[in-house]
């Protein structure tokens, strides 16, 4: 490789050069408002509340709610997540930005050591699988709270699609008819009879109802706080004490969405605002964009002027970037209300960024096991005993009303369909979000990921996550707000914040329209463990002269010639700077999406 001279300028990044997903290459446009997610029913859903008056906070509300019925893998009322919003011309968020943590707590009776057996061993797969891998919801508290505080419409309109979706059924993609074939809902009674018919598989084309999930919704719609307080919450803890679950009447009664101070940094000249502990998404962006700033990777441009394929230097920096920056996810962040010291502004300091820089070689690979944090800057991380290794089924949903006002939202259950456990009566999935605490020091959870002490079980404490809603505008000038440009996201477990990293890269550096960025083939890189991963649609000829750099490489799925190989879901929303016509992106990778607006 060629080394890189430091210059704060343009990045080239990203195409989708030998990607085979059969996708559109330009974005969706509209003038007014738009809504990206995973499943066109949803979209659909929020749109229809466009329509009728609602602004971008009751546009997503409606989306929260109708993916909780369509697309049950991930959509959800029994998980949790975050939604950021941005203010736009009108008088949304009393002015000004909000980030919302509706994340999943551990119930009162969890403990440290609750997956360890006797002999202090993790016992495989219960903190994934059955009544004790979930924790509190949080969803229905954090899509209320955002409809009574900056909706306009009321939640009895705005779940009303959601409502009939469940009542009067949908129609199942092939892909998601698959989908309901996954192991852990056979497992138990409840779920293998709502979404398996008992085991006379549904097909696709086949409508699919809900009356137990409908009339939940309604109760919900009526009550919101009988969720957590009242006679559902009742019905709830009943269910999990039949069932060896954790979960009490007390634990949702003390169940609160909280808000949080948005992070702020700035990329290229732009504000970047994203998610605040405890998703370490937002911060672990921010370093990473900050290393990358430094450096004239756009000297590094694309293969040609007609492929918009990176090249293996382009990788290599970035990569680089990704490593130290999850370096320090591992070994410092958790629950803020647990871990008040974090070093968040320590992580964001452009001097440090700076220092790292000086320790990425311009021709090879750092090795993890070798990597030093520059001194001078971070604490002493807590002591663990060696190093020790989030979900791929979260969703993400982007929304523009006609005033400008944005939401990015991530939620999720973990694993697809969560535990697995559907509570019978009231028709909906629980969470097995336990797995993303560290169970024990020393041993990976479900995604291989490092945590450190900061994200030990403890009673009420929430995991940490990787959920990375992120709004991007230009400058403010003059005190008044920056006009919005981008909309970000995505589902992913760990590989969320390279995810989101590299759509904003591509947009803002490579000049890639939001279609192209959300369908460009991916690459991710987390410090342990040591492997350099892509999709199986990226070029091989980058991947095996990184190989020749240093890096452990692996293709995601290269020896399935049934799996696509891929990962993620970026539903994402872009302004154009000078007309201000909206342009939606939604993954090609997942063929029920849809962008929509008017």
């Known amino acids: 490789m060629k080394k890189v001279l430091s210059a704060a300028i343009g990045l080239c990044v990203l195409g989708t050069g030998q990607n085979n997903i059969a996708a559109q290459t330009q974005p969706v446009t509209a003038a007014h408002a738009m809504v990206v997610s995973i499943h066109h029913d949803a979209t659909d859903a929020g749109v229809e509340i466009l329509h009728e008056g609602g602004n971008a ?18 959509g959800n009322i029994g998980g949790g997540g975050f939604m950021l919003i941005r203010p736009g011309s009108g008088k949304l968020a009393h002015g000004k930005a909000h980030f919302l943590d509706y994340r999943e707590k551990a119930p009162a009776a969890a403990s440290a050591n609750m997956y360890l057996d006797a002999q202090g061993n993790v016992i495989p797969k219960m903190s994934i699988t059955g009544q004790r891998a979930s924790g509190v919801p949080g969803t229905v508290a954090g899509l209320t709270y955002a409809e009574e505080h900056y909706g306009k419409l009321g939640l009895k309109k705005v779940m009303q699609p959601a409502i009939r979706l469940a009542r009067d059924g949908y129609v199942l993609d092939p892909d998601i008819a698959r989908g309901f074939h996954a192991a852990n809902l056979s497992m138990f009674a409840a779920s293998h009879r709502i979404f398996q018919r008992d085991g006379n598989f549904y097909n696709a084309g086949d409508t699919f109802k809900q009356p137990e999930l409908a009339r939940t919704l309604e109760r919900i719609a009526d009550n919101p706080s009988d969720f957590y307080k009242g006679k559902m919450a009742q019905e709830i803890a009943t269910f999990e004490k039949a069932n060896g679950g954790l979960i009490t009447a007390q634990d949702l009664a003390a169940y609160e969405c909280k808000e949080r101070t948005p992070l702020v940094g700035h990329y290229r000249g732009l504000e970047v605002l ?110 663990i005993e060696k190093p020790i290794h989030e979900s791929t089924q979260t969703t993400h949903f982007s929304v523009v009303d006609a005033d400008g006002n944005a939401v990015s939202s991530t939620y999720t259950l973990n694993f697809g369909f969560g535990s697995g456990v559907t509570v019978d009566t009231l028709g909906f999935l629980l969470n097995d979000e336990m797995d993303d605490f560290a ?64 759509d904003l890269i591509s947009v803002v550096d490579n000049h890639l329209n939001i279609q192209e960025a959300a369908d460009a083939p991916r690459f991710h890189q ?73």
């Open 57 to 74: 906070v009751d546009a997503a509300v409606a989306v929260g709610f109708a993916l909780a019925v369509v697309y049950p893998a991930a």
């Open 274 to 383: 994203t998610a605040p502990p405890p998703s370490s998404g937002g911060i672990v962006l921010l370093e990473i964009l900050n290393i990358l700033s430094g450096y004239n990777l756009s000297t590094l441009g694309p293969g040609g002027t007609e492929s918009k394929d990176r090249s293996p230097e382009q990788v290599h920096y970035i990569t680089e970037a990704f490593r130290r920056a999850f370096l320090d996810r591992a070994d410092f962040l958790g629950d803020p209300d647990f871990n008040p010291a974090m070093p968040i502004a320590q992580m964001a300091n452009l001097d440090y960024a700076a220092a790292w820089r000086k320790t990425i070689d311009p021709i090879a690979a750092s090795p993890s096991a070798t990597l030093k944090r520059p001194a001078g800057f971070m604490p002493e991380p807590p002591r």
């Open 439 to 502: 169970s024990k020091q020393g041993v990976p959870n479900g995604f291989g990921l490092i945590q450190g002490p900061a994200n030990a079980i403890a009673p009420g404490k929430r995991p940490l996550s990787a959920m990375t809603p992120t709004i991007v505008s230009e400058a403010p000038l003059n005190g008044h707000p920056g006009k919005l440009r981008l909309v970000l996201g995505s589902p992913g477990g760990p590989t969320i914040i390279t995810t989101v990293a590299n």
């Open 526 to 598: 987390q410090w342990m463990p040591d492997i350099l991963q892509f999709e199986k649609s990226f070029p091989v000829d980058t991947i095996n002269a990184l190989k020749k750099d240093g890096y452990i490489t692996k293709r995601e799925a290269e020896f399935d010639e049934k799996s696509a190989g891929v990962w993620g879901d970026s539903e994402l929303i872009a302004v154009d700077p000078k007309t201000g016509v909206l342009m939606g992106g939604h993954d090609s990778r997942h063929n029920f999406g849809k962008a929509a607006g008017y």
